[in-house]
């Protein structure tokens, strides 16, 4: 398999030219002004013509931005001009080389999330040219342009090589050999400490739902999910697989999964799954429609990539530290269509995605190029200064790495609003109207009871406006064992937060609307199988914890 499956090319053998030689340009420059002694950028993205990977080298302290765009690189012709002579072709291949090496010897600093960006928009353009060029290229040709290319990739991603083969030449092409076309599955984080919420999930999906896609579970060793653990998840349901990640990606000190815990293993294992087309699902999600739904999601088809904004609160002095730092980030950066028209980003709320799905297409080489910068957020240095510091658990890594790394992306509809998520609960006690719990149809006309709803969840909708899944758990309040279904939901109102956190946060101002039949059925199963299996999973903790432990050697 190649590095690159055939694609329509982003840019030409001329652009990538002209690029490589205003480099090249840059670097004398730069060696001119050592001799002189004058301060010099370092910043790759001086030497490319005012596009989307131009970066910043700005501490979150600084003050914050302007917002204001930059002129992008050109729209350029789909087909290289001819011919793409073998000397055209050699320059391309030196020029590669030699912003390889900038590129190793020169690795992004934690806080450079631009910079790294920006690179790995110069990555994909050498994909895109070696899959165009590859029919006119000789073997010696094609082997030194993947030899630059892995090279760039090991160094500034160590994760990627397999820890069995740590010498391995072509280890990011060895990784995308273990994709198999057209697959469609769950990937999922298993540990101990969410088997409780990764059981639920599971009998959601299967029993409640009857969903027959496969579900691979990815874990951090024996210590972060024991065998007890494995084989009770393995004997909940059909086609379940259970993988120690560790065995599939490198883990170097500057990864250090099991110091992560289950936020890092996400965007991990989602890389290292074998299926092509994958939604990731973070344990305690429930969905009230099977989750293929979102496979042929219109934002998915159009993009490779979708995503769910979280809710709509917490504006003001808690989020400007998260905003100060997107804002350095991104001040050189042509905004995309989503970011325009983001709400959290442009009007100061803090936390811009619910990361509990995301859906992502890996046959296209731009969502990779977005998985590994947030993969590589995740990494220990740029977890523990920046991105969990900026959003818990690092729930915004998704849609900043893709929006830096120039990939497509879309989020989901959350039925207005801005597309920003609801909640699924009760009425309130203090309210006017009472809730109801039998309506088999949603009200969407102007008869809609107008009320409160409180919960623990962020709810998103389908596209065609009605309930899909929520982050939040079965279980109400969040740290609670006790079990109720919901009786409505709401959307496009406004929050407000509980008085602690085992409270339920309010939506008030939006148009209530009743669960339906259909979906109150598939909740009362969810509950039925949680409730049956909770005793099954304590007794699986409690003999892990009297389980009998090695002594260390003497």
């Known amino acids: 398999m190649s590095l690159l499956s055939p694609s329509r090319p982003r840019y030409t053998l001329t652009t990538l030219l002209w690029v490589t030689m205003l480099f090249l340009i840059w670097q004398h420059y730069c060696g001119l002004n050592q001799m002189l002694g ?24 600084d003050k914050p931005l302007s917002k204001t765009p930059t002129k992008s690189l050109p729209q350029q012709p789909d087909q290289l001009p001819a ?11 030196s020029s590669v080389d030699k912003t390889s090496l900038f590129f190793v010897n020169e690795s992004p600093q934690p806080s450079e999330f631009a910079k790294m960006g920006g690179r790995l928009q110069i990555l994909e353009t050498w994909l895109s040219a070696r899959a165009t060029l590859h029919p006119k290229m000789t073997h010696a040709q094609l082997q030194s342009l993947d030899n630059h290319i892995e090279r760039t990739i090991i160094t500034l991603f160590p994760f990627v090589g397999h820890p069995a083969q740590p010498k391995n030449a072509q280890p990011f092409t060895t990784l995308r050999e273990t994709f198999v076309p057209h697959t469609q599955g769950i990937v999922m984080v298993g540990s101990k400490s969410t088997l409780h919420s990764l059981a639920h999930t599971i009998l959601n999906i299967r029993l409640a739902l009857n969903s027959s896609l496969p579900i691979q579970i990815y874990h951090a060793g024996e210590t972060d999910f024991p065998p007890s653990a494995r084989r009770f998840i393995s004997r909940l349901s059909h086609n379940i ?10 883990d170097p000190p500057s990864l250090s999964l099991s110091a992560g815990g289950p936020p890092t293993l996400a965007p991990l ?10 939604l990731l699902i973070a344990p305690g999600t429930t969905f009230l429609r099977t ?56 009007e100061g709320y803090a936390d811009e995605a619910d990361a509990a799905v995301v859906v992502l297409d890996k046959s296209r080489v731009g969502t990779l190029m977005g998985m590994l910068h947030a993969c590589w957020q995740h990494t220990r240095k740029v977890r ?27 989020w989901g509809n959350d039925g207005g609003g801005g597309g920003y998520g609801g909640t699924i609960g ?66 496009e109102g406004e929050w407000q937060r509980a008085p602690d956190e085992l409270g339920m946060d309010c939506m008030e101002g939006g148009e209530a609307r009743d669960v ?17 299996v909770d005793g099954k999973v304590r007794r699986v903790l409690e003999g892990e914890r009297n389980r009998p432990r090695p002594r260390p050697p003497k």
Request: some cysteine.
């Open 241 to 250: 697989t259970i993988h120690d990640l560790k065995h599939l990606i490198s």
């Open 38 to 61: 004058r301060p010099i950028d370092k910043d790759i993205s001086l030497v490319l013509p005012q596009s989307n990977a131009a970066s910043s080298n700005t501490q979150p302290d």
């Open 83 to 93: 011919p793409a002579t073998a000397d055209a072709i050699d320059a391309l291949i």
């Open 516 to 532: 339906s039949d259909g979906e109150r059925a598939v909740l009362e199963r969810s509950v039925r199988e949680a409730r049956a």
């Open 384 to 410: 523990e200064g920046y991105t969990y510091r900026y959003a818990a658990d690092g729930r915004d890594s998704w849609w900043f790495g893709f929006e830096l790394a120039g990939a497509g992306y879309k």
């Open 426 to 491: 009760w009425a309130s006690s203090n309210s006017s109207s009472s809730s109801s719990s039998s309506s088999s149809h949603h009200s969407t006309g102007s008869g809609g009871v107008k009320t409160r709803i409180c919960g623990t969840t962020t709810l998103h909708l389908a596209p065609d406006g009605n309930p899909l899944w929520y982050s939040g758990g079965l279980r109400q309040p969040h740290g609670s064992t006790e079990y109720d279904v919901p009786t409505q939901w709401m959307v």
């Open 291 to 346: 989750p293929s739904t979102l496979l042929t999601h219109p934002s998915f088809l159009s993009t490779g990539a979708l995503f769910f904004h979280s809710h709509l609160h917490s504006v003001g002095g808690g989020a400007k530290p998260a905003h100060t730092f997107w804002q350095s980030q991104l001040k050189n950066h042509v905004p995309s269509a989503a970011l325009r028209a983001s709400r959290a980003y442009n």
């Open 269 to 278: 294992s989602a890389l290292a799954s074998t299926f092509t087309h994958l």
